[in-house]
């Protein structure tokens, strides 16, 4: 048996674009919906949250209506070419609403020449320069007061949060470095309140835009499972696992291809530019992707050859024996009381290592350019990098000293990772690339033996089942971390976001530490690129 890696690469093609998809939203969403549309970590934090709240629903309803679908085209393949062609359309056209409400904050703000003022040259401003807009900043908000188009109570809360304490900064004639931090961070306050009084003036905009958005999120949902679900239609069981490890390859590619996107067109840095380039070269490649998958993947032909290769190899008595098995013996097959435990606390660690990582991942965009003075793209893409390096040797080191020992090798690492951020400057910055690439490896680590860890107390008969827990508790926290994250940055700043992450990834390590099941020994006798074969979102 051979797997054919050149027909397992054109059916990841789709795998490729939805993980390129996904790279970019995270990556540029929440950055407009704080800044271009006001919205605070919490709100942006909830619509961010979208996405997972929609999977956890339409993910399994999509799979099982592909299950049952019955075309010339095949089972899975028009829910690609429908979910995938709505979706990057959808994806296009958030750019014409993000420009529009672009337009309207520069024709009703200096907001983006003074951040543009502040941020883009990396030099410190000068008194004067500061003092400058600081008059500008105080008179916009007098001028929305006396228009009428903010209450007294509003004008009130904002000199009180903004205006007096820029002013106290520069009541003395020269700005040191902690009060240009200081000022920084209260004209972002500003340039957030700005936005919003825009967008709630004229919420057309930012409607059209979530409407779209939503259209575009709904359609991905429509997809993922028949995408995913076809590279076993197409493949005997025995090569399913070197097959799995091809597609997860593919997708952490589509995610760096994004982020190449988003880093030469100089968008992963600056808050108020133009995001048509990435829009439109995400949106457009989505659409090739899509013509040379279609071109290269006659999905009944290949699910044919693979019935044909069952039958040669035998393969299809194992699947009638596993669907002869008696109900009442698979309703025996209970775990035991220690089994359970370990099961729960597995899933209890699963949800806390994602609070604390998924809320990294969906504020960084936010976070770097603000605190740290540097794109996030770069980080990101060691990261990635990292882990793809690092998945073959922590495979191998796994099968030595076992799952839970090198998962909680990782926990440590992502602790003392995220933890040490919290202590860098503009000026340390830097240091955040060695940082990244450490917590690519640290993630590999955790991922590569999490989910063989819950499926190892499976019996064969309800992996899915167990499958449908690990992705509950995955996704659950994916849905909770980005609001729960972004109340406390709306309370305690943005520089809340690392010590959170710390605290709930320190915490899965007691969780994962008392766990005694699931930690069976490996035997990886098959190609290094199996070490691959784990989900990789």
Same mark, same amino acid.
């Given at each position: ?262 880093? *030469? ?18 949106? *457009? ?111 191998? *080191? ?9 998962? *909680? ?129």
């Amino acid at each position: 048996m051979k797997l054919n890696y050149r027909k397992i690469f054109y059916v990841g093609l789709a795998f490729l674009l939805i993980s390129m998809f996904w790279q970019t939203y995270d990556s540029i969403i929440t950055k407009i919906l704080i800044d271009k549309f006001g919205l605070n970590q919490t709100w942006s934090g909830l619509v961010m949250a979208l996405d997972n709240i929609l999977a956890l629903f339409l993910i399994p309803l999509f799979g099982s209506l592909s299950d049952k679908a019955n075309t010339k085209r095949g089972r899975r393949t028009p829910f690609i070419i429908i979910g995938t062609v709505i979706a990057a359309f959808a994806f296009m056209a958030l750019t014409f609403t993000d420009n529009v409400q672009k337009s309207k904050i520069n024709a009703q703000s200096e907001i983006i020449n003074n951040y543009n003022t502040i941020y883009e040259s990396g030099d410190n401003l000068t008194y004067n320069e500061w003092n400058s807009i600081y008059l500008q900043v105080e008179n916009e908000w007098l001028e929305l007061k006396n228009d009428e188009i903010i209450s007294n109570e509003k004008y009130n809360e904002y000199e009180e949060d903004i205006i007096t304490p820029m002013g106290e900064i520069l009541e003395d004639d020269i700005v040191s470095e902690d009060e240009e931090n200081d000022l920084k961070t209260l004209f972002d306050l500003h340039a957030n309140k700005r936005a919003w009084v825009v967008t709630s003036r004229s919420p057309s905009t930012f409607i059209i835009f979530v409407a779209t958005l939503f259209i575009a999120l709904l359609s991905m949902a429509t997809f993922r499972s028949p995408a995913v679900a076809l590279m076993p239609d197409v493949t005997i069981k025995p090569l399913r696992s070197k097959a799995n490890a091809i597609i997860n390859l593919m997708g952490s590619f589509g995610a760096l291809i994004s982020l190449g996107i988003l880093m *030469l067109f100089g968008l992963d840095r600056l808050s108020y530019v133009d995001y048509t380039p990435a829009f439109i070269a995400v949106g *457009l490649m989505m659409i090739m992707l899509l013509i040379f998958f279609l071109l290269k993947v006659k999905e009944p032909e290949l699910v044919a050859e693979k019935v044909s290769e069952e039958v040669k190899y035998n393969l299809e008595i194992d699947e009638v024996e596993i669907n002869e098995v008696e109900p009442e013996k698979l309703a025996d097959e209970k775990l035991s009381k220690d089994k359970k435990i370990s099961l729960i606390l597995i899933l209890t660690s699963v949800s806390l290592w994602f609070m604390g990582y998924n809320a990294v991942t969906t504020k960084l965009s936010d976070y770097a350019p603000k605190v740290l003075e540097i794109g996030y793209g770069i980080p990101i893409y060691i990261a990635h990098g990292a882990a793809l390096l690092a998945f073959i040797p922590i495979g191998i *080191l796994a099968t030595k000293i076992g799952r839970k020992k090198i998962i *909680l090798i990782g926990i440590t690492l992502l602790t003392l990772c995220f933890g040490s951020v919290y202590f860098l400057t503009k000026d340390t910055a830097f240091i955040m690339y060695l940082i990244f690439g450490l917590t690519g490896i640290a993630w590999a680590t955790i991922n590569v033996n999490s989910y063989p860890m819950v499926v190892e107390l499976a019996k064969g008969s309800n992996v899915g089942k167990y499958t449908g827990y690990y992705y509950t508790f995955s996704m659950g926290a994916q849905i909770l971390t980005p609001i729960f994250s972004g109340f406390l940055m709306d309370q305690f700043g943005r520089i809340a976001l690392f010590p959170y992450a710390t605290v709930f990834v320190a915490m899965s390590f007691v969780t994962m530490f008392l766990v005694k099941h699931g930690d069976a020994k490996i035997d990886k006798k098959g190609s290094l690129i199996e070490n691959f074969d784990v989900d990789m979102d």
